[in-house]
């Protein structure tokens, strides 16, 4: 670049940047039409000096974050898992040689994602909900949180939580719920154990709680549900 066009380069390359960011921002979803004539102007602009070109691939590193950042809550994946990590991605974007390069970079991350969610979105939704409800059913007397959970299968909290209700009808806490009634309901039936053991075996600590939640799931309280149900047994 001439030097005496640099502060004036500069001057208009931010305030552009500014623009692409709000742009950027704007995305609610990843649109290949408008991401390909982001492209050109990026190019336009690079090859013909009127951007400074730490600036450009600045825009370029956000616009793939942002994409990324939509990916993970669409779908809930730790995006990792596609690209590899993102910090390493971004630096090979920062030091691109030359404007070809950079539009390749991006194009080839595009691709990469986009190939990955036509393949695996509806096979992966399906297993995932498999192995929670196999999590659930040989934990569900554990203190199991919501982001606890998500960790545990590399996914968004908010993404669990809304893939397993309309895939199963029924919220995690509410089939948490029934499967410690249900248990609770076994040992009060065929066990001679005190209701406050058979509370925190099923994983409510507070007795006086777990008779609330039993009573509104069953209908009667654990004490009553025994005497309608106890099954006599020398075993305890």
Not at 49 to 61: Q, Y
Not at 127 to 142: D, F, G, R, T
Not at 193 to 213: A, E, L
Not at 214 to 233: A, D, L
């Amino acid at each position: 670049m001439e030097g005496s066009r640099l502060e004036e380069i500069t001057r208009v390359s931010e305030h552009r940047l500014t623009q692409w960011s709000d742009y950027i921002q704007s995305f609610v979803r990843y649109e290949q039409k408008e991401f390909e004539e982001m492209l050109e102007r990026w190019m336009e602009w690079g090859t013909g000096r009127l951007m400074a070109p730490v600036l450009l691939k600045k825009a370029g590193i956000e616009w793939g974050n942002r994409m990324l950042d939509l990916i993970e809550q669409d779908y809930g994946i730790k995006i990792e898992k596609v690209i590899g990590a993102r910090p390493q991605l971004m630096d090979r974007i920062l030091n691109t040689p030359d404007w070809a390069s950079l539009q390749q970079q991006l194009q080839d991350l595009a691709k990469s994602v986009q190939f990955y969610l036509s393949v695996t979105k509806t096979t992966m939704k399906e297993k995932v909900v498999q192995e929670i409800k196999a999590y659930l059913e040989a934990h569900y007397h554990e203190n199991i949180g919501l982001d606890q959970l998500a960790e545990r299968f590399g996914l968004n909290s908010s993404y669990v939580s809304n893939l397993y209700s309309k895939s199963t009808g029924q919220t995690i806490l509410e089939y948490i719920t029934l499967l410690r009634i249900q248990t609770a309901k076994k040992m009060l039936r065929e066990s001679s154990f005190k209701i406050f053991k058979i509370s925190q075996s099923v994983g409510y600590d507070n007795q006086r709680y777990f008779c609330q939640v039993f009573k509104k799931v069953v209908g009667v309280s654990p004490g009553q549900y025994r005497e309608e149900h106890m099954m006599k047994s020398d075993c305890f």
